[in-house]
């Protein structure tokens, strides 16, 4: 791999799809980042602190190390990397990635992941990946990891469950498990989704789209496509107001999700725009500034609703996420994780 | 966007050195058995045991600052190398030491702290004053957790709050901080001279030569008036360059006279003489090497009077240089431009550091993805604060410790590892804020 000065600091590897598709790693002095669909690439690697990554020479051999400490800023330098040491640090930015960005959907049939039992796994790679964390880093909370075991409600029969659990009692003192009822879970198996679509009859016109994922916290909404239904109606007993309903799937429909309330909504068609927060239950409504006349006359075929913050990513690479653990989840590979193991069985 | 590449095929010089950690690890290596609980899966030393053992105790990196330097010649290898393994014995007692602490905090079910953390060091310290543990002791260990456990030494702060409450001396203290702070005048100083020349520390320092220019130019830097003479004209309406309200330092512009016993704000030249002083007994570890109270007190005191509430000149200089820094950092901004390779290497690391933040979901590019992280995320806009609030803090420590800032290569650390120690703190909190149990 060839590394270069860039804006100040030795990077390297190939360049990264942007997030959903980048599993990345905070260790000490780095940042590693993967494609998350493409398991032989090399990493991205940005070298934030030189002098903090003393673990260099794990992944470069040690003259590589040396060299690169007395490196001249203007010249590249070409080391070799271990892909041994490396397959760990990949495997952990992959569990932390899919801690994110698990798709899981009631409606596509993609089996939420146990938190829990993921952040045990991703405790006890830590702690194994020790000499990767000799400061404190964004990734290096072991004890942050355990204490998510509080929510540990499912599984503990599970004998790999239980093989983990004794591992994470090895790295520090371990949380009731178990006795902390979660007000919220984000690993809300297939609850039938009933279709929460509005009255078509009433609206003046409705339809659908979706959520981008970048643009929203992890497990609030199903992470299907066309998961946002809108309309347009007049409301109250004269028909005084013109408004947009809105409603987003949730992750858990019946119970709501605390992050739903607040989440920013616009509709945008042509040149009539609204805005407004969604609530706890996912819903919206959006008072519009147009007559009723007008609203009839007006073309919504191009509506969109976007919800959430920034610009989102497309439907493509939406597709390619699920294609990736649709993939993972029919044939769980070697070194599948104890919570995707656990998804695939009950995806049966 | 390439690098001006001198000829990339051409064939790598060999390198000069070794890599520490590499060094250590095959040191360690060879002490063979009766270290495991010190060392990881692979059998190197554990980054704690390197840390909180091997650096301060063995190593002594105080004394052999050769040893600490990140590439190491073979004769100073060879001398870290033959340093850890005389001392194979004592580590192999330190390792049963831990164990045995380790053994009985489970027994009497503590939880406090992160063991590792906490008993490396007195492991080491037995290891060397009574050698291995005698098997089957409870007593002695169970004391010696109840006193790493046991309530901080509560004595010196009860002597402050005696102090507080005692008219005569409150009076003294006071008169005090009235003379100290009307003795601190202007003076004349090239202030934009210096702040030209600061930028020459601010270089890339990546060959010896460049290393060996920026210690000049600040060795020069530390010994000039303007940092004094900025710190007397941020106590003087519209004369400072900056705000101290925009910085964070105080909540008026401009710096007031502090008080013995009130705060003015929370903000670090706002607290009072009292106030800093309990700063002073919450961080120390070893009080014993501290003043008596009373002398503490006055010495704060004259201190808190002090241009930017620091004596010493090169830590004026330091905090000067901070804020030169600091209001230049923007890790959620893209286009924030950086007019140096200190200041720039910073800012791309906070820049690389927040996209952590966006690959993991907890903001959307560089805004909050969620009305709950407002907050916090408008905070790590205006990053000058925080860090300039953690740069005060660490430097009033090493004011109190007369711990001096006059190399730069330590500067240059000090100035980049706040950075990180506030991103990470930032970050962390802007993670909690999706936490939706934490609702």
Not at chain 1, 90 to 106: D, I, V
Request: aromatic letters at 4%; hydrophobic letters at 45%.
């Amino acid at each position: 791999m060839r590394l270069t000065v860039r804006q100040g600091l030795w990077t390297g590897g190939p360049d990264v799809d942007p997030p959903p598709l980048a599993a990345v790693l905070e260790v000490s002095g780095a940042v590693l980042e993967w494609t998350v669909d493409e398991p032989d690439s090399l990493p991205r690697i940005t070298l934030t602190d030189l002098d903090a990554a003393d673990w260099l020479w794990r992944l470069v051999g040690a003259e590589g190390h040396a060299r690169l400490l007395e490196a001249d800023s203007t010249t590249p330098l070409e080391v070799d990397l271990d892909h041994e040491a490396l397959a760990p640090l990949r495997r952990l930015a992959l569990g932390h990635w899919m801690s994110r960005w698990w798709p899981a959907s009631a409606r596509d049939g993609i089996v939420a992941l146990d938190g829990a039992v993921l952040g045990a796994e991703l405790a006890v790679l830590t702690a194994a990946l020790e000499e990767y964390f000799a400061e404190d880093t964004f990734d290096s909370d072991v004890d942050g990891l355990l204490a998510g075991l509080a929510g540990l409600t499912s599984y503990t029969a599970d004998p790999r469950v239980a093989d983990l659990l004794d591992a994470c009692a090895e790295l520090g003192d371990l949380p009731d498990i178990g006795t902390t009822p979660t007000r919220w879970r984000a690993d809300f198996a297939l609850v039938a989704g009933g279709d929460p679509r509005l009255d078509p009859s009433a609206a003046l016109a409705s339809g659908t789209d979706s959520v981008s994922w970048t643009a929203v916290p992890p497990g609030v909404f199903d992470a299907a496509e066309d998961t946002v239904t809108w309309s347009v109606a007049m409301t109250g007993p004269a028909g005084e107001g013109l408004v947009a309903r809105v409603r987003a799937a949730l992750t858990d429909p019946a119970a709501g999700h605390p992050l739903s309330a607040g989440i920013r909504v616009a509709l945008r068609s042509g040149d009539v725009a609204a805005a407004g927060e969604l609530g706890a239950d996912g819903d919206a409504t959006l008072p519009l500034a147009l007559t009723e006349s007008a609203a009839w006359n007006h073309d919504w075929a191009a509506t969109s609703i976007r919800v959430g913050v920034g610009e989102g990513e497309t439907r493509e690479t939406r597709d390619r996420v699920r294609r990736f653990v649709r993939t993972r989840l029919a044939a769980p590979p070697a070194d599948a994780f104890v919570a995707e193991m656990l998804a695939a069985d009950d995806d049966f | 966007m390439t690098a001006p590449a001198r000829s990339p095929s051409a064939a790598p010089s060999p390198a000069s050195g070794l890599p520490r950690r590499a060094v250590i690890d095959g040191a360690w290596r060879e002490i063979g058995a009766g270290v495991e609980v010190l060392s990881g899966r692979d059998g190197g030393p554990l980054s704690r045991t390197v840390k909180r053992i091997l650096d301060p105790l063995v190593f002594r990196l105080r004394v052999h600052p050769e040893f600490s330097a990140p590439l190491l010649s073979a004769d100073v290898a060879q001398a870290l190398h033959t340093e850890l393994l005389a001392h194979a014995d004592t580590l192999r007692a330190c390792a049963a030491w831990f164990a045995v602490l380790k053994a009985r905090r489970r027994a009497l079910r503590i939880t406090d702290g992160n063991a590792q953390e906490l008993y490396f060091t007195v492991c080491f310290e037995l290891a060397v004053t009574r050698g291995e543990p005698r098997g089957g002791d409870t007593d002695g260990p169970d004391a010696i957790l109840r006193e790493v456990h046991g309530g901080r030494d509560t004595h010196a702060v009860e002597a402050l709050d005696a102090l507080l409450v005692d008219p005569a001396g409150l009076r003294e203290l006071a008169a005090q901080v009235e003379r100290a702070w009307a003795d601190v005048r202007p003076a004349p100083a090239d202030v934009d001279g210096f702040l030209d020349r600061l930028r020459a520390v601010h270089g890339d320092a990546s060959t010896r030569r460049e290393r060996h220019e920026r210690q000049q130019a600040w060795s020069a830097l530390v010994t000039e008036d303007a940092p004094h003479a900025l710190g007397v004209r941020i106590r003087t309406a519209g004369t400072a360059p900056w705000s101290v309200v925009d910085l964070g330092l105080c909540a008026t512009a401009p710096q007031q006279r502090p008080d013995v016993v009130d705060d003015r704000s929370n903000r670090p030249l706002d607290r009072s003489v009292a106030e800093r002083v309990r700063a002073t007994l919450r961080r120390s570890r070893d009080r014993e090497r501290l003043p008596a109270v009373p002398e503490l007190c006055a010495e704060e005191a004259d201190r808190a009077c002090a241009p930017w509430g620091l004596l010493a000149e090169d830590l004026q200089a330091t905090m000067v240089n901070g804020v030169v820094v600091g209001v230049q950092l923007a890790p959620l901004d893209t286009h924030a431009e950086a007019d140096t390779a200190l200041v720039s290497g910073i800012q791309a690391r906070l820049r690389k550091e927040a996209y952590v933040l966006h690959a993991r979901r907890l903001l959307a590019d560089d805004q909050a993805l969620h009305p709950r992280q407002h907050h916090v995320v408008t905070e790590l806009a205006g990053f000058v604060r925080p860090y300039l609030s953690r740069l005060w803090a660490r430097l009033h420590g090493r004011d109190v410790w007369q711990e001096p800032c006059t190399d730069a290569a330590d500067m240059c650390a000090l100035l980049t590892g706040i950075a990180r120690s506030v991103s990470l703190d930032h970050r962390q909190q802007i993670k909690a804020m999706l936490d939706p149990e934490a609702a």
